[in-house]
């Protein structure tokens, strides 16, 4: 059954929230992956510190992009009738999937 007007309008709420989220997180995550200066203060041991804590930073700012640029490209296929059916199987997508994950383009049986 494909999804109702209400359903879409629900679903895009969610993205446009999430995208709000992320966009404050990537603000913060930006910040904290400034490169770390040379000649701080913080000695050497704490040094190492910064860079391994900088090294996790980039990665979740990486991921953060990522879904990002994912539910962007959701919210222009909600205005499609491929929204929400399966890239796989052409099957529809469960509603409480779509909720959790908007960005889903697999149904469960087909997502690996
Ligand atoms: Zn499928």
């Avoid at 109702?4 to 999430?18: F, H, S, V």
């Avoid at 770390?36 to 190492?48: E, Q, V």
């Avoid at 990522?66 to 919210?75: G, P, Q, S, V």
């Avoid at 908007?102 to 149904?107: D, G, L, V, Y």
Wanted: aromatic share 2%; net charge neutral.
């Amino acid at each position: 059954m494909p999804l109702t007007p209400e359903q879409i309008i629900e679903i895009t709420t969610i993205i446009n929230q999430e995208i709000e989220q992320l966009k404050s997180n990537i603000a913060h995550l930006e910040e904290a992956t400034k490169p770390i200066a040379l000649d701080n203060s913080i000695g050497r041991l704490s040094r190492m510190d910064a860079i391994g804590g900088k090294g996790v930073n980039d990665s979740l700012l990486e991921n953060n992009r990522m879904r990002m640029i994912a539910l962007e490209k959701a919210l222009l296929r909600i205005e499609t009738p491929f929204y929400g059916t399966c890239k796989n199987c052409r099957g529809q997508i469960a509603y409480n999937r779509l909720k959790a994950i908007p960005e889903a383009t697999h149904c469960s049986n087909c997502n690996i």
